[in-house]
């Protein structure tokens, strides 16, 4: 299988898996649901590298750092449960699961799985977005949407659309269910890696808030703040954020 098929298959089983556990936990407190979620997802995604990839590292959100990352010619990032918050709140569809892989220097696969929506978006070739809407609509955090994304609103006359995990705000830009994605509040690797090589192959534009490129497989895994948005909101978004 290609390492596109590879992402777009362990997204979609690992989301299957959480949807079980879900299931399975529907009467355990919100906290139990979150721990079990991360550790199942994360424990199927690391054997099912194993047994695919075994010659590749992996970095993952759920698992200590390993250095022999940094001399890896290619570095699966996952994230194997975006939006546990989400997750653990029974009826909410804004939560995901990230897989991406990096190979010298760049994000070459990737695969977003919504699986509470029945949704994975992959490379090579998501569907590109439809056209835009009159107002653009820049989504946010539900619970703390960054002051900037609040500047970028005023500054293109749009309109704010609330929602859960960063994978799951990427995906509605995608999608065409939003417009701009401008996040500054503190993320990791794992948090935008498939996101974004997702973002780029369906044609928007990604970079960090002062327009400089995302770079990934790091010493340090924080990406603090980035802008997904279809390309042609990109010099207006960045004239405000950089």
Not at 86 to 113: N, T, Y
Not at 120 to 146: F, N, Q
Not at 147 to 166: C, F, K, P, W, Y
């Amino acid at each position: 299988m290609s390492d596109h098929e590879v992402a777009a298959r362990l997204a979609t089983e690992a989301g299957r898996l959480l949807l079980a556990v879900r299931d399975e936990l529907a009467d355990a407190t919100e906290a139990e649901r979150k721990a079990a979620g991360d550790k199942r997802s994360h424990d199927y995604l690391i054997d099912a590298l194993a047994r695919e990839r075994p010659d590749d590292a992996v970095l993952s959100e759920e698992a200590a750092d390993n250095p022999i990352r940094l001399r890896s010619e290619r570095v699966w990032i996952v994230d194997p449960l975006d939006g546990t918050r989400e997750f653990s709140e029974l009826g909410r569809k804004d939560w995901a699961v990230h897989v991406a892989l990096w190979q010298s220097g760049e994000l070459v696969a990737g695969a977003v799985a919504l699986p509470a929506q029945g949704v994975t978006l992959a490379t090579p070739d998501p569907a590109p977005p439809p056209e835009p809407t009159d107002k653009p609509r820049i989504i946010v955090s539900r619970t703390r949407p960054p002051a900037i994304a609040l500047q970028v609103r005023d500054h293109l006359n749009g309109t704010l659309v609330e929602m859960g995990s960063a994978g799951a705000k990427v995906a509605a830009v995608v999608q065409g269910l939003a417009d701009v994605y401008v996040h500054a509040g503190g993320q990791y690797e794992w948090d935008s890696a498939a996101p974004v090589a997702v973002a780029r192959a369906a044609g928007l534009h990604t970079s960090r808030m002062d327009g400089s490129p995302l770079q990934y497989n790091r010493p340090d895994p924080l990406l603090p703040d980035l802008v997904v948005c279809r390309p042609e909101f990109a010099e207006a978004v960045l004239a405000v954020t950089g």
